[in-house]
Each structure stands twice: as structure tokens, then as C-alpha cells.
């Protein structure tokens, strides 16, 4: 069983189907458990394609992006 940092670290490739079937089934039994990341799973599928959009407009410097990848893991740590 995965726990919530395994299952935010799947996440993005768990969305791409490119997990296999039974993490998929795993991670699928965590998210419906566990609200706080059924929350983040919810939230990310809507912001995704938002983000998607304005890479295409500007490029995120590569610093930034992996500041914004800590903070946020770490924010998860801490929920």
C-alpha cells in the first residue's frame, strides 16, 4: 500500500499512464482513502492544464521550478 508521499511522488506519471496496473490499483485505493490527497489529486488535474498552458507561453526558469517542486513536497510533508 502506498502512503501519501509514495503517492504524490507517482502522481504525475500515475496521470500520464505510465504507472503499471497494480500501482496504478494501489495508488487509486490511497486517493480514495485518503482525503488530503484525493484533495491534491483533484486540484491538480484542474491546475494542470493551466500550468501546461502558460509554458507554452514563457519558460520557467529551471531554479525557480525546483524551488517550487521543494516547497511543495515539503508543504505535503508537513499536511
Known amino acids: 500500500?502506498?502512503?501519501?508521499?509514495?503517492s504524490i511522488d507517482k502522481l504525475l506519471e500515475y496521470l500520464d499512464g505510465?504507472?503499471?496496473p497494480d500501482v496504478k490499483h494501489h495508488l487509486?485505493?490511497?486517493f480514495k482513502g485518503c482525503s488530503?490527497?484525493?484533495e491534491f489529486l483533484k486540484q491538480?488535474?484542474?491546475t494542470a492544464p493551466l500550468c501546461r498552458k502558460a509554458l507554452l507561453r514563457a519558460r520557467m526558469p529551471r531554479e525557480v521550478a525546483d524551488r517550487l517542486t521543494s516547497f511543495l513536497r515539503d508543504a505535503l510533508r508537513k499536511a
Not at 1 to 6: L, S, T, Y
Request: contains cysteine; negative net charge.
Open 18 to 20: 505510465e504507472v503499471a
Open 1 to 6: 500500500m502506498f502512503n501519501c508521499k509514495d
Open 36 to 38: 488530503p490527497c484525493e
Open 44 to 46: 491538480y488535474r484542474e
Open 28 to 30: 487509486e485505493q490511497h
